[in-house]
C-alpha cells in the first residue's frame, strides 16, 4: 500500500471585523500537508455511510492519527468534506465526499 498522494487538510479562519467600513474580511485558509492512501470507496462501504450508492466518493487512510482539528480536505484542485473517519491503532481512515 502506497501513501503517496498528497492531501490538505483545510482549516478555515472567518476573517476579522473592521469596524471602520462595517465589513469583514477575507476568510484565511491554513493547509496542512500529508501524505495518503487514496482509492474510490467501495460498494459496501458506501451502502454501510449512505445507505446508497453514490459517485465522488473516496477513501483516505493515513499511516498515523491527524489530531489536528480541519474543516475540509483537498487533494488536487477539488475539495472533499468528511462523511465519516476511523481511528485504528495506529492508522486513520475518512471516507470522503466531494463538495460542489
Given amino acids: ?10 482549516s478555515i479562519k472567518a476573517g476579522a471585523y473592521n469596524p ?3 465589513n ?19 460498494v459496501e462501504t458506501l451502502k454501510i455511510v449512505y445507505g446508497e450508492i453514490r459517485q465522488g466518493v473516496l477513501a483516505i487512510q493515513l499511516q498515523n492519527h491527524y489530531e489536528k482539528p480541519f474543516d475540509r ?8 468534506h468528511v ?8 492508522k486513520g481512515v475518512y ?5 460542489q
Avoid at 480536505?73 to 472533499?80: A, C, F, L, S
Avoid at 462523511?83 to 495506529?90: E, G, I, L, W
Avoid at 471516507?95 to 463538495?99: A, G, I, L, P, Y
Wanted: aromatic share 16%; charged share 35%.
Fill in 1 to 10: 500500500m502506497r501513501y503517496d498522494i498528497p492531501v490538505f487538510f483545510q
Fill in 20 to 22: 471602520e467600513t462595517g
Fill in 24 to 42: 469583514y474580511g477575507p476568510d484565511e485558509v491554513v493547509e496542512d500537508k500529508k501524505y495518503a492512501n487514496v482509492t474510490d470507496a467501495g
Fill in 73 to 80: 480536505v483537498r487533494i488536487g484542485r477539488k475539495m472533499y
Fill in 83 to 90: 462523511d465519516y473517519s476511523r481511528r485504528f491503532r495506529t
Fill in 95 to 99: 471516507v470522503v465526499s466531494e463538495v
